[in-house]
């Protein structure tokens, strides 16, 4: 799995251009950094919409939790909060796709 870096975006001034700080989308899957003010964003630039999976491991009272699924449509962009249920053993989110072509991410979090 690659590692998505996280992107601080200034609250005062935003990001100029967000496409500039994403990258394509892993075949293999990606993992990044979770927590409070993270989260995922993904473009879809192919016609056909994707499937975004994020692996949420351990149990909730003894019961699984069901993985997170998120759909992306063609030609828009999703975001996708980065809650800590989806910490895996390596303190990451586990990303993965339905496809990868003309799809790519970047992981944010507000700053100061």
């Known amino acids: 799995m690659a590692v998505l870096p996280t992107n601080t975006v200034p609250v005062a001034s935003g990001v100029e251009d967000i496409d500039t700080k994403l990258t394509a989308a892993a075949s293999g899957g990606d993992n990044a950094e979770v927590g409070s003010g993270k989260f995922l964003v993904v ?7 994707r499937t975004i999976t994020i692996a949420t491991p351990g149990t909730r009272s003894g019961l699984a939790v069901s993985d997170g699924v998120y759909d992306a449509p063609a030609g828009k962009y999703t975001l996708v909060p980065l809650a800590d249920v989806f910490r895996g053993a390596n303190g990451r989110a586990a990303i993965t796709y339905d496809a990868v072509t003309s799809v790519t991410v970047g992981v944010f979090e ?3």
């Open 110 to 112: 507000l700053g100061s």
């Open 43 to 49: 473009k879809n630039g192919g016609t056909g919409n």
